[in-house]
């Protein structure tokens, strides 16, 4: 069974640009959950999303917003890139909405703002 | 952000010794997840924990779900230098009537040979 799959896995950016991640989560998988990691802060919620509906949202500015599509797999999108964007963003999949089951992880997706 | 309280925050062991390390949290979990993360990839899932008191290993490795329902614990028997890396305690809070998954701050693991 294949894992979390995140694309692309590194990318470099400038700031006030914009960066669009993708996910595709386990076969059967409805949710996806979305974190941000850096060191200062380890891993933060951005967004959960469950057969296409955002379910939940961390407190992040609206300049990070995602979707999910009828085949479970999910985007996220950060406009006018700031420097303290670069970070780790995992992608995380369950069968079952956040907190009702297990999360399995990708790679995660490397972001450098220059 | 939120974030649970993870100790210890990293530690340096010789190969061969046991390791335990541990999570709390202000807020009463319904489950505990405990994660291995290693430089350039994303955690990976070591043992799902529902129940209160649970007990559950996977190899060398053994967790248990506190039964205060606010903590949980990690042991890893017998270290080898494969084990390195940091690992995480998760656990699902309710924010705005539904759960996401908070992290612990992680403990960084060392194993020397």
């Known amino acids: 069974k294949a894992g979390v799959t995140q694309t692309p896995r590194y990318l470099i950016k400038t700031r006030g640009q914009q960066v669009t991640l993708s996910c595709s989560p386990i076969?059967?998988?409805?949710?996806v959950s979305w974190y941000q990691q850096t060191p200062g802060q380890g891993l933060q919620f951005l967004f959960e999303?469950?057969?296409?509906?955002?379910?939940n949202k961390g407190n992040f500015p609206g300049r990070f917003s995602g979707r999910q599509f009828s085949n479970s797999r999910s985007e996220m999108n950060v406009s006018t890139l700031e420097l303290g964007d670069s970070a780790l963003y995992l992608c995380?999949?369950?069968?079952?909405?956040?907190?009702?089951?297990?999360?399995?992880f990708g790679e995660g997706s490397r972001l450098t703002v220059l | 952000g939120q974030q649970l309280n993870q100790s210890p925050q990293s530690m340096f062991i010789q190969e061969g010794e046991d390791v335990s390390m541990n999570c709390t949290s202000s807020?009463?979990?319904?489950?505990w997840l405990w994660y291995k993360q290693e430089p350039g990839e994303g955690p990976v899932l070591l043992i799902a924990?529902?129940?209160?008191?649970e007990l559950t290993s996977n190899g060398r490795l053994t967790a248990q779900f506190g039964i205060t329902r606010k903590d949980s614990f990690l042991n890893i028997s017998a270290s080898i230098p494969s084990d390195v890396g940091i690992y995480f305690c998760?656990?699902?809070?309710?924010?705005?009537?539904?759960?996401?998954?908070?992290f612990g701050t992680g403990t960084r693991l060392k194993v020397l040979a």
């Open positions: 807020s009463i979990f319904n489950t």
């Open positions: 995380a999949s369950s069968p079952s909405p956040s907190g009702t089951g297990e999360l399995f």
């Open positions: 998760a656990g699902p809070n309710l924010y705005s009537g539904t759960y996401k998954y908070i």
């Open positions: 924990l529902y129940k209160a008191g």
């Open positions: 999303y469950f057969s296409e509906t955002q379910r």
């Open positions: 076969s059967g998988h409805r949710s």
